[in-house]
């Protein structure tokens, strides 16, 4: 083995052992090395196995395992006698010590350099925490009682022992509620803002090392690698200590991580971390990997989610005392007190808003302090407005954009150059007291900047995982601009139209429409709600103004069939009724007209099939499958690319729709024209042209085009000819790749774990019809644990739930039948 | 300074043979008298301890510490050669103690099986680990000689990482990555 090999062969040793012994194989084996590097490497990990290494950043759980080679403690250490041992660092061990004076025997806390760590650096440290333990007097420090040194050397000094529990143990052994959480919370405040005050930052607050003894005072331990922002106060002659990273990666601030100097807005982030787990029974982040570089990307960069959203779920926690657990929402709010929906209540807006401010990932945007974080919650508490706001829209757009750099970047920087040009700009000419005529017409330009911005980005941006959110706040930003220009007295009808659209732009981001989520239909129909009444001030014989209220009907029928609640079906026929009349093409029909038809078709398609009318179901979803098919043949005859490729989905969507009706409704099959196959191949053919000429970041044509050919594929393996037939197992494969590739796109996207885990059972049923019947076994077995995956994000999730028991069927069933059956499939 | 060790390391650096020899009977005679007060002071059958011991001897023999801070008026040559040395005179010491205690008490008390380079070297080893361990390191050295060398100053110097980078004059990234490849291979060296 050459010697680049060999130093290979060492880093992989050294970051294999970082990892959890048992994933290790699996990560050597995607490394790619090759064979003779891999065999090496694994027969050196099986020999590292017994004396097991840490990783470079480990928690001190960890090491506390690896490094538990300390014979039995010494029976006494100077005046003390040892009981047992407390807990154990990483150059120290804390033992629990009693001491007889006059006849009472007095327990302390004795702390002592390790065996076998008396380095140089360690022994400073050491001297560094006892001085500075030394120098602190406050009751919720722990007292410094005694130091010295024992016969071969080693320094130790003594402390107050602390009868008493972690504050997370505290809290939940006590069922403290949310308010009385924050009071205690304040106290850990107070106390580290007392540390900061005399310049020490601590650097690994965490619950472990914040006690809370019986009377509920807390005490805050271990200041072993704490900083000393002026060393020279306290006597120690060295200006710096060895920034060690040693360091509770959970509760390391963004800056921490990357061994950057750390100030007392490091100890602010522990704080938000801190006060995260003590509201919602988690840590922002469940770090798994031990990989450095993970981590630092991880701390970094991931936002996390808000508290108030993080309760909803159940997940694997961790306790201070190092074990394993699955925490639900219902256990997180009774340990509060309360149910869980009291406790989402009290946590969502201003509370949410503090813990995410103390997480800020750069320090200067914290909170300046421990105590002025305190002083918010207090605020919070009295009713009082708080500082902590949630990140402007100005800093997430900003974040997207960076996120996403390329034409929607440049385009949303345009934007937001021109909403803040425009404030400026009219604000700087009433000033000047320009005429108003020059005022009106450049407001008007800009205005109309905005407007066509608003519109492109959003539609550029529109089929973006992840883009909800910054869809919404975009149109947000432009109702600001046109909140700003009414006060300057500008509005004409060109800006309210502006308006109702960027009210329906905040409606569909609010309800998930083409988002990753799904979201809050309700408030979605409020926001068009408030849109249609925009709509409805113009004049209403405009042909845009008529057609603008046809499109708000159509969105708020299609929101309300969505709820699927009793009654909803009602409020869906009712707006379809309203909208009847607008859609009635005029005598001389524009593109616009027809398409607006179009889609009204679509949406009354399926409402009358809601309601039992099969022939008017049919006859509108075919009326509106013509005219998207004769709307093509238009864009097709003007060459003109953009609008060839939007009506081909216009298209796509009228098949895909037909498709969906004649599966869903048999009495619809029993209606329609004799071939699904057609329609099928139809949705298949302009999926796969869209997904293939659309950008490669378009997640919406990759879903259309898996939903397209997994159907196609299904009704060609139950009813096909060959080739066609064995084909279809191809086209499932593709479906599972396309899949694969947007699950890892972004992992956070719930969505899309679901769409894997169907596309896999889709598989199996494929398999099982060909008669792969291991094949499909194995397809049915994947798609449960995606779907048992999805469930464990999301509990009450009925996709997942119902997921499962169709691919716990669907195994059964293969096995019922002698591995000789597919079980029929949707 | 220019007591005998300081002429030695000196004579090493101009390519003194003989002086290599001196040196490390120097050492070790140093380390061999501070091992025995170690041991007289230990109560019957406590390791022997070595940890200190080298950091001890440097103090006594070259006038500063071994850490970062006062290494003083010794070069960079020189403190790899002591060091070396020092290693080697623990290493023998203690396959002299393991010997003189199977001498001792033959058929007495078991030595643990194995060495363990996590923790100190432990007296109660038998000497024929300390050969053995002595020959897997030899073969190491062939393959790693700077993987061999981080653990005779890890190990049997008792140096911590940030020491033993210093003496070797590299990152203390890479002694670790050494140190915990050494270890490994030597595990499985020996398992064999």
């Not at chain 1, 309203?578 to 093409?585: E, G, N, T």
């Not at chain 1, 009204?600 to 099969?614: G, I, P, S, T, Y």
């Not at chain 2, 005998?4 to 003989?18: C, K």
């Amino acid at each position: 083995m050459d010697s680049a090999k060999h130093e290979l062969v060492k880093r992989l040793l050294e970051e294999a052992l970082a990892i959890k012994p048992a994933d290790r194989s699996q990560w050597l084996y995607q490394q790619m090395h090759a064979p003779d590097v891999r065999a090496e490497v694994e027969r050196l990990l099986a020999a590292a196995v017994a004396g097991q290494e840490t990783a470079p950043i480990a928690p001190k759980h960890a090491d506390a395992s690896a490094n538990s080679r300390d014979p039995k403690p010494p029976e006494r250490i100077g005046p003390y006698r040892i009981q047992h041992e407390l807990g154990r660092g990483g150059m120290g061990v804390v033992y629990l010590a009693t001491k007889e004076e006059g006849g009472v025997s007095r327990r302390v806390a004795l702390k002592i350099v390790k065996l076998g760590a008396s380095t140089e650096e360690i022994l400073q440290r050491f001297n560094v925490e006892r001085r500075l333990l030394s120098s602190l007097n406050n009751p919720g420090i722990a007292r410094m009682i005694d130091a010295g040194a024992t016969d071969d050397g080693r320094p130790y000094f003594v402390m107050e022992y602390i009868e008493g529990l972690p504050i997370d143990r505290y809290c939940d052994t006590h069922e403290l509620s949310v308010q009385e959480r924050l009071a205690l919370f304040r106290k850990v405040c107070a106390v580290v803002h007392y540390a900061h005050q005399n310049l020490i930052v601590h650097r690994d607050l965490k619950p472990s090392n914040i006690m809370v003894a019986p009377d509920g005072e807390v005490k805050l331990l271990d200041f072993g690698i704490a900083k000393l922002l002026r060393p020279d106060l306290i006597g120690i002659p060295f200006a710096t200590l060895p920034e060690a990273r040693l360091m509770t990666p959970e509760y390391a601030s963004p800056e921490q991580v990357r061994g950057e100097p750390v100030g007392t807005s490091s100890d602010v982030y522990s704080l938000g971390v801190l006060l995260y787990e003590l509201l919602t029974g988690r840590r922002p982040y469940e770090l798994k990997a031990r990989i450095q570089a993970e981590l630092i990307r991880v701390i970094c960069e991931v936002e996390p989610e808000r508290p108030s959203l993080a309760i909803t779920r159940s997940c694997e926690v961790t306790t201070s005392d190092g074990t394993t657990r699955t925490l639900t929402p219902e256990e997180t709010a009774r340990n509060r007190g309360g149910l869980p929906s009291r406790l989402r209540r009290d946590l969502t807006g201003d509370l949410d808003n503090i813990v995410m401010m103390a997480l800020r990932k750069v320090a200067r945007r914290r909170y300046e302090s421990a105590e002025q974080m305190s002083r918010d919650i207090q605020s919070l508490i009295d009713g009082r407005p708080v500082i902590a706001t949630a990140e402007t829209s100005l800093y997430v757009l900003g974040k997207f954009v960076r996120r996403n750099k390329g034409k929607v970047a440049a385009g949303i920087a345009v934007f937001l150059a021109l909403a803040a040009g425009l404030a400026g700009t009219a604000w700087q000419y009433r000033r000047a007291e320009a005429s108003s005529r020059r005022f009106e017409e450049s407001t008007l330009a800009y205005a109309a900047a905005v407007g066509t911005f608003v519109g492109e980005v959003t539609g550029e941006i529109r089929f973006k995982a992840g883009s909800l959110e910054s869809r919404r706040m975009l149109a947000e930003t432009s109702i600001r601009v046109l909140d700003a220009l009414r006060k300057q007295g500008i509005e004409g009808d060109e800006l309210v139209r502006l308006r109702a659209t960027a009210t329906e732009q905040i409606g569909s981001a609010k309800g998930g429409v083409d988002g990753a989520a799904a979201g809050d239909r309700r408030q979605a129909i409020q926001e068009y709600q408030k849109a249609l009444a925009i709509w409805k001030s113009l004049d209403q014989t405009e042909p845009e103004v008529r057609r603008g209220i046809l499109s708000n009907l159509v969105k708020q029928s299609e929101m309300w069939h969505n709820i699927q609640d009793p009654g909803a079906d009602g409020e869906s026929a009712a707006l379809c009724a309203q909208a009847a009349p607008l859609a009635v093409l005029p005598a001389q029909p524009t593109f616009e007209d027809r398409r607006a038809r179009a889609e009204f078709l679509r949406e009354l398609a399926d409402v009358e099939a809601l309601q039992k009318h099969w022939t008017q179901s049919v006859a509108a979803a075919n009326e509106s499958l013509e005219i998207r098919r004769s709307l093509l043949a238009e864009a097709e005859g003007r060459h003109d690319a953009p609008l060839i490729a939007e009506a081909r989905r216009l298209v796509y969507v009228g098949v895909s729709r037909l498709i969906w009706l004649r599966k869903r409704y048999s009495e619809i099959e029993a209606l329609a024209p004799p071939s699904l196959e057609a329609n099928l191949v139809e949705a298949e053919s302009l999926a796969l042209i869209a997904l293939k000429s659309g950008s490669s970041q378009n997640d919406t044509n990759s879903r259309d085009w898996v939903t397209a050919a997994t159907a196609l594929a299904m009704w060609r393996a139950r009813h096909g000819v060959d080739p066609e037939r064995s084909n279809s197992r191809e086209i499932m494969l593709r479906c599972v790749e396309e899949c694969e590739r947007l699950r890892n796109a972004d992992l956070s996207n719930f969505r899309s774990l679901i769409d894997l885990a169907r596309c896999r059972y889709s598989l199996g049923i494929v398999e099982a019809l060909l008669g792969h019947f291991d094949a499909a076994r194995i397809a049915y077995t994947q798609g449960e644990s995606l779907y048992q995956e999805s469930l464990q994000q999301r509990p009450k999730d009925k996709a997942a739930a119902t997921g499962i028991q169709e691919c716990k069927r669907a195994i059964e069933y293969l096995g019922a039948a002698g591995g000789g059956k597919a079980i029929e499939g949707s | 300074m220019h007591g005998p060790i300081t002429q030695a390391l000196d004579a090493i650096r101009e390519g003194e043979v003989r002086a290599q020899n001196r040196l490390f009977e120097l050492v070790k005679g140093e380390l061999d008298a501070m091992a025995h007060r170690s041991l007289a002071r230990e109560s019957p059958g406590h390791g022997l301890q070595t940890t200190g011991l080298v950091d001890e001897a440097y103090m006594k023999l070259l006038g500063g510490t071994a850490g970062a801070s006062g290494l003083g008026t010794v070069s960079f040559e020189n403190r790899r050669h002591f060091f070396g040395a020092a290693a080697e005179a623990v290493r023998r010491i203690l396959i002299d103690h393991a010997r003189s205690m199977s001498a001792e008490k033959r058929g007495g008390r078991m030595g643990r099986a194995g060495i363990d380079l996590e923790s100190l070297p432990a007296a109660e080893t038998r000497a024929g680990d300390w050969e053995a361990l002595g020959e897997a390191l030899a073969r190491l050295e062939a393959k790693d000689a700077r993987a061999a060398e981080v653990v005779r100053l890890r190990f049997f110097a008792g140096l911590s990482e940030v020491q033993a980078a210093e003496v070797l004059g590299v990152t203390d990234r890479t002694v670790r990555r050494d140190w915990v490849f050494a270890k490994a291979w030597l595990a499985a060296e020996m398992k064999t």
